[in-house]
């Protein structure tokens, strides 16, 4: 009973949790290189990102993100932003901007996920 009281006690102590670190995800970039959005030009986008080194940042090709007709589709993590009909010409504005700059390219995101 003691060791209850004790617990129920420590409850309302102040916490310490906001200070302990949260883990850090590396970026990464999926572009989409399933059926739909590979016959939108998904392969050259997918190519447009691998020819530029993004230190810190991984690009991979990635399956159907659920968003077919939209593409391609490219899906940073973890922040989970999302761009649709991305062409292989706006790839560099979007590491510098978003990547490379931590600002999302408001033109080229995704409608229904971002306002
Ligand atoms: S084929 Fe790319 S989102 Fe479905």
């Not at 080194?53 to 399956?63: C, E, F, L, M, R």
Request: charged fraction near 15%.
């Amino acid at each position: 009973m003691t060791s209850d009281k004790r617990q129920m006690t420590n409850i309302t102590q102040p916490s310490n949790f906001s200070t302990i670190d949260q883990p850090s995800f590396p970026t990464c970039v999926r572009v989409c290189q399933n059926r739909t959005c590979k016959k939108q030009g998904a392969a050259k986008v997918l190519a447009a990102f691998t020819t530029l080194a993004i230190p810190g940042v991984t690009v991979t090709d990635s399956s159907c993100l659920g968003q077919c007709g939209n593409g391609p589709m490219v899906l940073v993590l973890p922040d989970m932003v999302w761009y649709s009909r991305v062409q292989p010409d706006e790839v560099s504005l979007l590491v510098e901007q978003h990547l490379l700059g931590g600002q999302r390219v408001k033109q080229m995101l995704y409608y229904r996920f971002h306002s």
